[in-house]
């Protein structure tokens, strides 16, 4: 028996309900934003405060989000795979493009660890505008998605900063500019999902 072919309403409706769906599902308290946020929020700020007070070291706050980053995407997938039947196509596929950026984002610090690791001569290599164009992309990705602007504004503010680090010398403001990047576009949205759910449960 073929199929009924839907009509161009009823195709937008359904496109509306899964992303509403998926809004409400995925958006519940923003505890993944607020997470990661943290994460690389001590990572730049922590790493701009040891070059500028000269302590020692200044990549061993970044090589801790590996381990940090792996734990979270293995708690994550089992999570996942608990609640796979209830997921919506919406759902999965946000949650696959989130794979995606993470295994994305391990690779690249793992493959700049091997390159200072191997290398005897790594020369002036200015790698960080990378990192955050990258958080940049995933944060549009899910905030057009979930239709919510504090998480487009937050990777409009990424996508700057990283041009921005092209054009900066000094790592230590780098990493001062990349930690102000964060604090508005991971933590500030991060927040304002957990007021937001607040509100609907009360």
């Not at 700057?160 to 092209?166: D, E, R, T, Y």
């Amino acid at each position: 028996m073929a199929e009924k072919k839907m009509s161009e309403s009823e195709s937008l409706e359904l496109i509306q309900n899964m992303i509403q769906t998926a809004r409400d599902e995925h958006n519940d308290n923003g505890l993944g934003w607020r997470v990661w946020g943290w994460v690389l929020f001590v990572a730049s700020f922590g790493t701009y405060l040891s070059m500028e007070f000269r302590w020692k070291g200044s990549y061993w706050l970044w090589n801790l989000a590996l381990p940090v980053g792996i734990v979270l995407m293995v708690l994550s997938a089992l999570r996942k795979r608990t609640h796979k039947k209830n997921l919506t196509y919406a759902q999965d596929l946000l949650d696959r493009i989130g794979i995606g950026f993470f295994a994305s984002l391990l690779s690249m610090i793992a493959g700049i660890n091997i390159y200072f690791a191997y290398t005897t001569d790594p020369g002036d290599i200015d790698f960080w505008g990378f990192f955050y164009i990258l958080y940049a992309f995933w944060m549009y990705i899910h905030g057009s998605a979930l239709k919510f602007r504090p998480l487009i504004i937050g990777a409009v503010l990424n996508w700057l900063a990283g041009i921005l680090m092209f054009r900066v010398s000094d790592m230590k403001y780098e990493m001062l500019i990349g930690a102000i990047a964060i604090l508005l576009g991971y933590l500030v949205p991060g927040y304002l999902l957990f007021l937001q759910s607040k509100k609907r449960r009360s």
